[in-house]
């Protein structure tokens, strides 16, 4: 062999008859010694006290492999030393050689239960996750008893919480922790076993921790009053994705709407301007449809379908512009309003009934958006047809635009349809 490493590899194989190489003053030497698959176990407990850290670094890969089966206990002198030489390493001072070990014995079946537990209660985050997440050897006694330490760290626990089909015990007990990242962790683990009652207690806390919502948003298996409470407090992008759950059973999405739409008139009344001295509305008129269904008196939907019906052959004509609509917010003819807002924004005439019904402000821009028609248009509508009070009416940009995001008038429009 050629080459400027020659006097190496002379001197490794000059250990394969003589192992006190491994005592070589040149670390270079010791470094291949100890990432030597061939050096014998004897050559082992020399190596794991080298002072140089890649010298013990390197010994863990080829130390680690021959981890399945051994035990404390062990009568084989070969396997008691190599047993100790894991031991010692589990142990090192430098940090880095207890993490590689980790990572090379994180997922090993038979690995040695008093070494993984060893690593498991590191100190360091570093060593200690690998395993907590991974190691198969590690059961729900050894996790309870890792959660209960004083000094076991966020990231420990996280790790935990990690893990693939986490037990009830062990998430009950990471739920009644203070670690905000492990819960998170555990609400977005799908294969973990959270009993109802511990779900419940977490969606009541949910509210001040934003990492929580999105987990628990996705979280498989909700029942009906974690939905509906989760629809009272997470953002928009959230909401919207709860509502498309495909798992709601009928009631439950009936009183997810509900939930809805009382926090979208809630947080429309709170966004609206304080209305200005002596045009504070002393009550708000009812729309057309809800004086209709006090009366009990249905005509007006088969008026609204009559309606729907000329509008579509105005549409057809080019005759159901802006300027018409414009022009039956003046005459007061709101079922055929209401009609031709359905028929230009592509939607059924209940949805655009639903939407006036709701006299949420951002919800009837939404509607005009989806329509075509113009931001004005949509601040003209609230009043004359959702009832709005001037005041609380969502008005356009100074450059005559919607003052909403197409993506968040979209999710309106969805929401109703």
């Known amino acids: 062999m050629n080459g400027p490493g020659n006097w190496l590899w002379t001197r490794i194989r000059r250990f394969v008859a003589n192992w006190p190489v491994a005592e070589d003053p040149n670390p270079a030497v010791r470094r291949m010694v100890?990432?030597?698959?061939?050096?014998?176990?004897?050559?082992?407990?020399?190596?794991?006290?080298?002072?140089?850290?890649?010298?013990?670094?390197?010994?863990?890969?080829?130390?680690?492999?021959?981890?399945?089966?051994?035990?404390?206990?062990?009568?084989?002198?070969?396997?008691?030393?190599?047993?100790?030489v894991l031991e010692r390493l589990a142990r090192d001072q430098v940090v880095r050689v207890r993490q590689i070990l980790a990572e090379a014995l994180k997922d090993v079946a038979q690995a040695p239960p008093e070494l993984i537990r060893r690593l498991a209660q590191d100190v360091?985050?570093?060593?200690?996750?690998?395993?907590?997440?991974?190691?198969?050897?590690?059961?729900?006694?050894?996790?309870?008893?890792?959660?209960?330490?004083?000094?076991?760290?966020?990231?420990?626990?996280?790790?935990?919480?990690?893990?693939?089909?986490?037990?009830?015990?062990?998430?009950?007990a990471i739920a009644d922790t203070d670690s905000e990242e492990a819960i998170a962790a555990l609400l977005a683990n799908p294969s973990a076993q959270i009993r109802e009652d511990t779900l419940d207690r977490l969606v009541e806390r949910a509210p001040a921790f934003g990492s929580w919502h999105m987990p628990l948003v996705y979280r498989p298996r909700l029942h009906s009053c974690a939905v509906t409470r989760l629809?009272?407090?997470?953002?928009?992008?959230?909401?919207?994705?709860?509502?498309?759950?495909?798992?709601l059973d009928p009631a439950t999405a009936l009183e997810l709407t509900r939930v809805v739409h009382s926090r979208i008139e809630a947080e429309g009344t709170r966004s609206a301007p304080a209305p200005l001295p002596g045009t504070e509305p002393h009550a708000i008129p009812a729309t057309p449809w809800e004086e209709a269904d006090a009366a009990s008196d249905n005509s007006w939907r088969r008026d609204l379908i009559e309606a729907y019906n000329r509008a579509k052959v105005l549409r057809e004509a080019g005759r159901l512009t802006e300027a018409d609509l414009v022009k039956a917010t003046t005459t007061d003819d709101e079922l055929f309003l209401?009609?031709?807002?359905?028929?230009?924004?592509?939607?059924?005439?209940?949805?655009?009934?639903?939407?006036?019904?709701?006299?949420?402000?951002?919800?009837?821009?939404?509607?005009?958006?989806?329509?075509?028609?113009?931001?004005?248009?949509?601040?003209?509508?609230?009043?004359?047809?959702?009832?709005?009070?001037?005041a609380a009416?969502?008005?356009?940009?100074?450059?005559?635009?919607?003052?909403m995001s197409e993506s968040e008038m979209e999710w309106?429009?969805?929401?109703?349809?």
């Open 393 to 403: 009416v969502l008005r356009p940009t100074e450059e005559g635009g919607y003052p």
């Open 124 to 172: 360091e985050t570093v060593v200690c996750s690998p395993v907590l997440e991974y190691s198969p050897v590690l059961t729900d006694e050894d996790l309870l008893e890792i959660i209960a330490s004083t000094t076991v760290s966020q990231g420990a626990l996280a790790a935990i919480s990690r893990r693939a089909n986490v037990g009830e015990p062990v998430a009950d």
């Open 412 to 417: 309106q429009v969805e929401l109703f349809e």
């Open 34 to 84: 100890a990432a030597n698959m061939a050096t014998p176990a004897k050559a082992h407990v020399v190596l794991v006290g080298d002072a140089d850290d890649e010298v013990r670094a390197g010994l863990v890969g080829q130390i680690a492999r021959l981890a399945p089966g051994l035990s404390a206990y062990e009568k084989d002198r070969v396997k008691r030393i190599t047993y100790q």
């Open 338 to 390: 209401a009609a031709g807002l359905a028929v230009l924004a592509g939607v059924a005439p209940a949805m655009v009934l639903a939407v006036i019904d709701s006299r949420s402000a951002k919800a009837v821009m939404a509607l005009s958006w989806k329509a075509g028609l113009s931001a004005a248009f949509g601040a003209r509508l609230q009043v004359a047809l959702a009832r709005i009070p001037p």
């Open 231 to 247: 629809a009272c407090f997470v953002a928009d992008n959230l909401l919207q994705a709860l509502t498309h759950r495909q798992d």
